[in-house]
């Protein structure tokens, strides 16, 4: 027998933790299978055999549901850009031997991003790599982290007020919140509006789990004041629509406004923060040189060796 002969337990150390790392990110280990295209039972018996290897538990098995424990967490860390390295390898060779002339790229955005900050990239982008398939999808931020999370998604472009430990943040734009109103409402005649003049009228904003909302709360509350809600709508070209209207106005950054609108527009620098907007990517994340470029496309300045501003 060979003593040089390479381990049978490390020949299959790949499967084992493409096996891990897709069970993770679909938290259930029958899903994993029906993606990795292999039965049940074979899925169980690599990641047994990877804990059997490492001598830890990964995962806290509650009956269908599974849950990474400390040692899961820190195996998945290590693990997901190995993983995606080689499951990547022939297509970020010819990306990065040759002109990116074939590839995908997966990009998760809420509908302000596509509307008013992506195109221009898109176009851009599409012109000088008419190879890469793009794949848009429009998902509200929650959905977009759980795709950066199971690598769905390459990539978000979103605005963040918070960002969890396991995602980097690079803002790219800032916008300025503004408060719109049909032409012939009575706070568009004010020079100097205030809070307490804008709180006994009806507010329009985007649904409640999203950052919109929280920001606006989080306003009011800081300054004591009191307001309503008297419609949630999705998407800005919604909410300028029932504004102007005159179904009640609404507090928007001025990444939605072209100036073709039939509305009045009064600054709120004074009260709201400003908001940017950016790039969101998991930590660790293996990036396609398609993604890479794309993003220094939109960006010039981004160093992807630097440490992330969160």
């Not at 590839?103 to 596509?114: F, K, M, R």
């Not at 992506?118 to 793009?134: N, V």
């Not at 929280?214 to 009011?220: E, I, K, L, Y």
């Not at 073709?260 to 600054?267: D, G, H, M, S, V």
């Amino acid at each position: 027998m060979n003593s040089n002969a390479t381990p049978y337990y490390k020949q299959n150390r790949l499967k084992q933790l493409r096996a891990f790392c897709t069970t993770a990110a679909c938290g259930s280990i029958s899903k994993a299978a029906e993606k990795l295209f292999l039965s049940q039972p074979s899925v169980s018996l690599q990641i047994q055999a990877l804990e059997r290897e490492l001598d830890t538990t990964l995962f806290e098995r509650r009956g269908p549901s599974i849950r990474l424990t400390p040692e899961g967490i820190t195996l998945l860390e290590i693990s997901r850009p190995l993983v995606q390295g080689i499951d990547s390898l022939n297509e970020t060779f010819t990306e990065r031997s040759g002109s990116l002339e074939k590839g995908e790229l997966n990009i998760a955005a809420g509908e302000s991003t596509i509307l008013y900050i992506l195109p221009d990239a898109l176009q851009k982008f599409s012109q000088q790599y008419p190879g890469i398939r793009i794949k848009l999808h429009n998902v509200t931020g929650r959905d977009g982290m759980a795709m950066l999370r199971a690598d769905t998604a390459d990539f978000a472009i979103g605005s963040m007020l918070e960002v969890p430990d396991d995602i980097q943040y690079h803002p790219i734009f800032e916008f300025n919140p503004v408060l719109i109103t049909p032409l012939e409402h009575p706070l568009s005649a004010l020079k100097n509006i205030t809070l307490q003049d804008i709180g006994p009228h009806g507010l329009i904003l985007p649904p409640r789990h999203l950052s919109t909302w929280r920001m606006v709360d989080m306003v009011f509350q800081q300054h004591n004041i009191n307001y309503t809600v008297t419609l949630e709508a999705g998407g800005w070209e919604v909410i300028k629509k029932y504004v102007s209207i005159g179904l009640g106005i609404s507090i928007v950054t001025d990444i939605c406004l072209t100036g073709n609108e039939n509305l009045a527009r009064i600054p709120l620098d004074e009260f709201f923060p400003t908001r940017s907007y950016g790039s969101v990517i998991r930590r660790g994340k293996f990036l396609s040189e398609a993604a890479r470029q794309f993003l220094i496309m939109m960006d010039s300045s981004f160093n992807f060796s630097s440490p992330v501003r969160t």
